[in-house]
């Protein structure tokens, strides 16, 4: 609390030139309610009462405070708050907790966010044992833009889906009733935009389905999900942006993608190079280079490229291709090159796209961090020799 009146009286002191005894103008308190109430919406709820400390003008202005976050606040402190505000209406509410809370605890703080028209709502429950169920009313919110939810509770099989008005939806290990819990929730989210699902559980059929979708993020956190993940289904026409990573699905089905502009692609499947040849049309990509030959010959719209070097990358470079695809002719601009050990096949892969990509303005080159200095010097003078096919180009060592 000290530390915070000291930094505002700071603030408050102005020193006239010349004088050494200036007099205090308090500009900042000055300012209209609802320019103070909005400088306070940035910050975290326990520091927003704090500030009933710095005068008079400041005792209650954190009651009329929209945003409420609570990070590890003790239940007790949650409730009392609550019940003080004086604005009606909340439109962010951030609950991170440490410790257990009641299920009817959860249910009665979400259900306050709820009835004043919450438009961000962002749950984070920190112990991973204990998967309390999620209020009914949640899911037919009608307010609700932004919701979050992180390693709490389980997405239901069934009931009322109605959210309306949701964008964005994060959900970060939480747990799934059944594998259709999935498309149920989206089907009720008519109008989302962003969708991001890290999975840490289960899950046979992973269905991703949206008519609205624009920007997806998969990510698999736990290897082979359990071992038993078999299919994965995207069906989302409008997509601009994917990313999916370690992701060991056996089967994967992927509707027309047209719209897709930047992806980033990080898994292992026998099916992988039927579905990458679905992003023929994407102007970024990021991939393994063991994907990456096969994939040139078909991205003709292909701006951006980064790919990292693995152990397969010997036996996918066993020779260029017959024909120069037509991305290096005509489109790349940016390629990035991730984990250079100086091999062989490294080299004679740089070179090849060194000449071959006629309108390249960058590359960027990282090397690995267990290459001694000697190694390194080596290197980059040897790629430093290589012809370039486009005269604007530089090469980069980050």
Sequence with gaps: MATMEQQYNKIRRKHSHGEQNAVSIDRLSDLPDSVL???LSFLSTHD????TILSRRWSNLWAYVPNLYFDSEDEKIINRVMLLRKVQTVHTFHLDCEIYRSAYQLETWIAFAIIRGVQKLDLCLQDEDVFPSLPKCLFTCKTLVDLRLNSCGVIPLSGAVCLPRLKILR???VQFEADESLPHLLSGCPVLEELEIKLEFDMVYCNVSSPTLKRLV???MNEGCGGICDRLEINAPTLEYLRINHCCFEHIKCGVLASLIESEINFNSRYLLAFVGR????KWLMLDFSQCTEFLEIADNLEILTFEFSEPCKESWAEPPQQVPTCLLSNLRIIKLVDIEGKDYEFEYIRYLLWNAKVLQRMEISYTQCLGSSEEINMLKKISLF?????ACEVAFV
């Design 279 to 282: 992003l023929c049309n994407v």
């Design 218 to 220: 998969l990510e698999f």
């Design 37 to 39: 109430c909005h400088i």
């Design 171 to 173: 959900l970060i290990c």
């Design 48 to 51: 927003s009462v704090a500030t």
């Design 387 to 391: 012809q370039r096919g486009s005269t």
